[in-house]
């Protein structure tokens, strides 16, 4: 039997959490099951890396969805790259690119679904999407699930946790003490870090403020890593900077901006803090494990389904004074909790790696199309 053809819609083409999960599969997709062809409604560095990887890639500019000529001729455009790749089935990697490939895959007559990254607060955006024709909807946590199955209750979802290239996150000790040297830190010192977009649900601020509480008199340093993506919260960066001058903290809080490769600031680090109490997943919380650091997460969202709270990770109940406390415990004695990075990254291993996720995936896609 020939790869069943797919096309795949997504609208930005700048490495966000989605499309990490994206690429981490395109990178271990059984070709001899699926060949995938992606439309980005945008141009961008993705398009690039797409085409490394041997797939065909379209740029096709949308504009925005309430422009109903625009609207129209984005559809056609992905109808036409349905037909010439033969596809069977389109898949939109988030809401937004639904509305196009989902609308293109019905007047195709050919079935379509697509990925529900963040939790759905129930607006009409979140309406509007889940009224298209679609078979499922994918979703990266059970939080998610039921927040979409409240917004259409009739609508399939399906679970389907992201994961991650394990091996690519393997300590690498020399980038450890060349980063860490690059900074000015010591090799005693206690580094935390706060990786993702800066945006204010994030919550860095509070770890901002948690980081002054706690460790202002101790050997330790905290890394902000990322930077504002896709002109959301553009200015929180520099509310963030003028936080970190006013507590005095300009010495020992780094920031680095956006990394299209964090590998290098998980290894600098030794404590990964996750603060957003609405984490759909937290790919970072993965990644961070991966590398066996310590993870501090929110009791909540998909984090909550990912740590084993004292086992392999801590969580804690998402209060600036909560976190102040587990980091100071860490940053006075960080030997007494090693053993949980150790246990992160057999779990991230057993759990979270993408090979495993591609298999899952790729066997729903496969129950899609002969159901």
Not at 167 to 192: C, H, K, P, Q, W
Not at 233 to 258: I, N, T
Not at 321 to 348: K, N, V, Y
Request: proline share 5%; with cysteine.
């Amino acid at each position: 039997m020939s790869a069943a053809r797919i096309v795949i819609v997504n609208h930005v083409a700048m490495l966000g959490g989605a499309e990490r999960v994206l690429m981490n599969w395109l990178e271990q997709v059984d070709r001899a099951r699926f060949l995938p062809e992606l439309v980005l409604l945008e141009g961008g560095p993705m398009e690039a890396q797409v085409k490394a990887l041997g797939f065909d890639v379209h740029v096709v500019p949308s504009g925005r969805i309430r422009q109903p000529v625009r609207f129209a001729r984005t559809v056609g455009a992905i109808r036409r790259v349905i037909r010439g790749a033969g596809a069977r089935l389109v898949v939109s990697w988030s809401p937004k690119p639904h509305f196009y490939g989902g609308t293109a895959a019905w007047m195709e007559r050919i079935p379509a679904l697509w990925w529900q990254h963040g939790v759905p607060s129930g607006g009409l955006f979140d309406k509007s999407v889940s009224l298209l024709p679609a078979q499922a909807v994918v979703c990266p946590s059970t939080i998610v699930s039921e927040a979409q199955r409240k917004v259409r209750a009739s609508r399939p979802t399906f679970v389907q946790p992201p994961g991650i290239p394990v091996a690519d996150y393997e300590m690498n000790a020399g980038t450890r003490r060349a980063i860490r040297e690059s900074l000015g830190i010591g090799d005693r010192t206690t580094v935390f870090a706060f990786i993702g977009r800066l945006q204010r649900w994030k919550r860095t601020d509070m770890v901002i403020r948690a980081f002054r509480q706690a460790l202002r008199g101790q050997d330790a340093r905290l890394l902000i890593v990322g930077g504002a993506l896709f002109g959301v919260d553009a200015d929180f960066e520099e509310e963030l900077k003028r936080l970190v001058q006013d507590a005095g903290l300009a010495e020992r809080v780094h920031f680095v901006g956006h990394q299209s490769r964090i590998e290098p600031y998980l290894w600098a680090s030794d404590v990964v803090i996750s603060s957003s109490a609405s984490e759909p997943f937290g790919m970072v919380v993965v990644e961070a494990m991966a590398a066996g650091r310590i993870v501090l997460a929110v009791d909540a969202g998909g984090p909550a389904e990912i740590v084993r709270s004292g086992r392999d990770g801590i969580l804690y109940d998402g209060s600036e004074e909560d976190l102040a406390r587990w980091m100071g415990r860490i940053s006075a004695d960080p030997q007494s909790f090693e053993a949980l990075g150790d246990a992160a990254l057999a779990r991230a291993r057993g759990t979270y790696a993408a090979r495993a996720m591609s298999d899952r995936f790729e066997g729903f896609l496969e129950g899609m199309l002969t159901s």
